[in-house]
């Protein structure tokens, strides 16, 4: 085992992933000039091993929603505290340390670098974070094993299927084994079969590794396989 695989494993053990959402507002000022209150009052929590999603209409706030958890914008009002951490709080490059560590995207596209490998695109994050060099290879390697991917480390992306694409983009979502993983409609590009495979990696993972994935979908059955399904709705959420 690698030391960077040994610290991530005591930190795994002593840190306790949790997030509390508390009455958060975004507006915006549409071209018009008319202010849109997207998030009214937004207030949940999400505790260590919890995969939850967050369904509603299109432009009901679900992405606005998942880039002020990510500390991608400010809220106008509220609270983002991820394991005693306050993300709105956070400014400049301890914003954006706290981004590279704490936190993993997927998006509905990739967004993979398409000269690059499969493992030198899941081993990018470790670069920017600068976890040591020895160490990228193997934890980009483990993930793709990790996401069903064994057999394809050294393809470039462009020679991947869009399944096989997305399992990439999720191995490099979760391949410094962030505490929050934040996925926005991760499967609504996707095949239902392939979309159910992606959503039940993601899911184990999170519950395996004590992580919080905070899920956007459009998607019934990932919502399914989820712990919990909150609906936004009219700028705030509510179990459903
Ligand atoms: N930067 C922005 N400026 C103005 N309006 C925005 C901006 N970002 C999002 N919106 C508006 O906010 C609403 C919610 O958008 P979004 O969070 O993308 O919804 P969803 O992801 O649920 O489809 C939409 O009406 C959208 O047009
Ligand atoms: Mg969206």
Known sequence: MSSLQTEIEVEAEHSVADLNVVDLRKSFVAPNG??????????????????????????????????????????????????????????????????????????????????LTAAENVSLPLRI??????????????????VGLGGRHDYPISHLSGGEQQRVALARALVTNPPLLLADEPTGNLDTSIGDEIGQILVKFVRNRSRIAIIATHNESLAGICDRVLLLEDGRVRAV
């Open 34 to 115: 008319d202010r849109l209150e997207v998030l009214r009052g937004v207030t949940f929590e999400a505790h260590e091993g919890e995969s939850v999603a967050i369904v509603g209409a299109s432009g009901s706030g679900k992405s606005t929603l998942l880039h002020l958890l990510g500390g991608l914008e400010a809220p106008d009002h509220g609270i983002v505290s991820l394991s005693g951490t306050d993300v709105s709080g956070l400014k400049g490059n301890d914003l954006s340390s706290f981004r590279q560590s704490k936190i993993g995207f997927v998006f509905q596209f990739h967004y993979l670098i398409g000269d």
């Open 129 to 146: 974070a600068r976890f040591p060099q020895a160490s990228f290879s193997t934890q980009a390697k483990a993930l793709l094993n990790e």
